[in-house]
């Protein structure tokens, strides 16, 4: 009972009511392989979406011979084209490299100054709290998210790590995520997913989208039966009450 009151003056977000989104990427594919259907119907219903990607992917691709500084450009280059198709013109790539020998305080202070530039209504971000997740990229991405969310909307702190102005969002989305509690429909932009994994060349093959796809799917139609909706990208949503001194917020799942 005393969830359920907390709940209804301090509700969940509803994601795909806002007009400006930032999406955080820790790698150049990542923004694509998560939310890439809800990318497309943002952009579809004519709302502003950006990514900013953290780090610049030169640790590895399907070639092995092929790293450093020639993938950098791919990378580059791939999730450009990437976007394109998405609908998303606004890209930024943050100069950390990949392999997240950077801190989180490093990683949020540049976010922080991105969130103040764009001006987000939502911030999306990897899940750093996932039990399972093992890679530190996604694990600081998501880290430098939530401690950006306690910066950029202070002048004071903004003014101390070199930048000026401020931004308060109105709600932080984590994607690989194990708890959603909000959910996007994207039945009608299901193909969106495969359709951008195919512009990154360099690091899926078509067996390695097929397989991708196939988890999503199997992901999106379990999200899709809590909500009546078909297929859904599923989020751990917060509001700004919820993300400062609100423990329970820990527990709305739906």
């Not at 790293?67 to 998405?86: C, H, W, Y």
Request: charged share 20%; glycine share 6%; with cysteine.
């Amino acid at each position: 009972m005393f969830l359920a009151i907390l709940r209804r003056f301090m509700p969940v977000p509803v994601l795909t009511g806002f007009e400006r989104y930032l999406l955080i990427g820790p790698h150049p594919d990542d923004i694509e392989v998560a939310c890439a259907p809800t990318v497309r119907a943002l952009t579809q219903a004519g709302k502003h979406v950006s990514f900013v990607i953290l780090t610049d992917g030169r640790m590895g691709a399907i070639d092995p011979k092929l790293f450093g500084d020639p993938l950098v450009e791919i990378r580059k280059a791939e999730a450009l084209a990437s976007a394109k198709l998405l609908g998303v013109s606004d890209v930024t790539f943050l100069p950390f490299h990949d392999g997240a020998m950077y801190s989180v305080e490093e990683a949020a202070c540049a976010v922080a100054k991105e969130i103040v530039r764009l001006r987000p209504d939502v911030v999306f971000a990897p899940d750093p709290n996932v039990i399972s997740e093992c890679h530190l990229d996604h694990i600081k991405a998501g880290m430098a998210a939530k401690a950006s969310m306690n910066m950029a909307p202070f002048p004071s702190v903004m003014q101390s790590i070199g930048g000026s102005g401020s931004h308060s969002v109105k709600a932080l989305a984590f994607y690989y995520t194990d708890k959603p509690n909000s959910y996007v429909p994207v039945k009608k932009t299901f193909s969106a997913r495969s359709e951008a994994l195919a512009c990154h060349k360099s690091q899926f093959d078509e067996k390695m989208i097929q397989d991708i796809g196939t988890y999503f799917k199997l992901r999106s139609l379990r999200f899709g039966l809590r909500k009546c909706k078909g297929m859904c990208d599923g989020y751990r949503a917060l509001s700004p009450t919820h993300m400062h001194c609100f423990p329970e917020a820990s527990e709305w799942v739906r």
